[in-house]
């Protein structure tokens, strides 16, 4: 990514909020901030759920698994059409790097939507999920996930696991992929469809993904598919320290966000604004 202009500012609270209002408004494209002045406030820690499934699970901390699964797992030649359509038509010409597209006509999109969608499900836009979520717009998945630029054996995490179909995007480019989700309900379906479509190796929790995952930190990337009103500091302290990087929508909620690039160099964080997007809104635990 080119960086046009580049500039930092002073350490410090008030260096954290001019940074906030900037990611949140019409502020400049491109910017460097130091590490320093985002790892000044808050709390770096929340108490966690681990998703059924999980390295190590508490008993009794599981998300509801559900009894009976709303979506189609089996995939036939119609549904593989209809995903060759939308990926040469929709999605090739948002993004041209081949593993991505690959992995964009591998993922069976629609047993990630709820069986009333399936006739939607090859479409190019988001669905409802349940829960006032939805999942994201396939070209916007294969452009996000192109931006993280990710390479077998990267570890990559992801805030908002959802219908779970990013993170099965994420996992046909790389064995290490984590994956967070503040809804029981959301957390439970998708770890039991990872299960049953042979993505089982994905590494899920349910928790306020503001905190990341410290204990396998660091990350080669994070992607963020909520929007928070700003860059959330215990995500940028878990990225990799040489060329780590995070995609992640940052705006108000309810209205369009700016996109950002952001890559860590040592002390230096890059951002660079790449478009306007909408995403639901990051919820925090306190919220709920
Ligand atoms: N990546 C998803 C997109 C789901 S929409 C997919 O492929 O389907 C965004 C998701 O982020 C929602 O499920 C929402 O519940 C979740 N979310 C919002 N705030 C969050 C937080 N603080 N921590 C973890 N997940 C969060």
């Not at 591998?106 to 829960?131: C, K, M, Q, S, W």
């Not at 979520?133 to 570890?155: C, F, K, N, W, Y």
């Not at 080669?220 to 992640?248: C, F, N, W, Y």
Request: with cysteine; charged share 20%.
């Amino acid at each position: 990514m080119q960086h046009r202009k580049r500039w930092a500012i002073a350490v410090g609270m008030a260096a954290l909020a001019a940074l906030v209002a900037a990611c949140g408004g019409d502020g400049e494209d491109e910017r460097t901030v130091p590490l320093e002045s985002l790892l000044t406030p808050v709390e770096t820690s929340a108490p966690a759920e681990a998703a059924a499934g999980d390295d190590a699970p508490t008993p009794g901390m599981f998300p509801p698994t559900p009894e009976s699964l709303d979506r189609q797992l089996d995939d036939d030649a119609g549904m593989r059409q209809r995903r060759e359509h939308l990926v040469s038509t929709y999605v090739a010409s948002v993004v041209q790097t081949g593993r991505v597209l690959d992995a964009m006509r591998t993922v069976p999109r629609h047993a990630f939507v709820p069986t009333r969608y399936l006739d939607e499900a090859y479409n190019d836009h988001p669905l409802p999920i349940g829960y006032g979520q939805t999942i994201s717009q396939p070209s916007l998945v294969a452009m996000m996930t192109d931006l993280l630029a990710l390479e077998a054996g990267d570890r990559v995490l992801e805030i908002g696991t959802g219908s779970g179909y990013q993170a099965a995007i994420l996992r046909e480019l790389t064995p290490e992929v984590y994956t967070i989700e503040i809804i029981p309900e959301l957390a439970g379906t998708a770890r039991r469809i990872f299960d049953e479509l042979g993505y089982a190796d994905i590494h899920t929790l349910r928790a306020d993904g503001y905190y990341g995952w410290e204990a396998f930190a660091p990350f080669d990337a994070i992607i963020v598919t909520a929007a928070p009103d700003h860059l959330p500091s215990p995500l940028v302290a878990q990225l990799k320290a040489e060329g780590g990087r995070m995609v992640i929508p940052i705006g108000p909620p309810g209205g369009y966000q700016s996109l950002w690039f952001v890559q860590r160099h040592g002390d230096d964080i890059d951002m660079s604004r790449v478009l306007d997007v909408m995403f639901v809104p990051f919820t925090r635990e306190a919220d709920e």
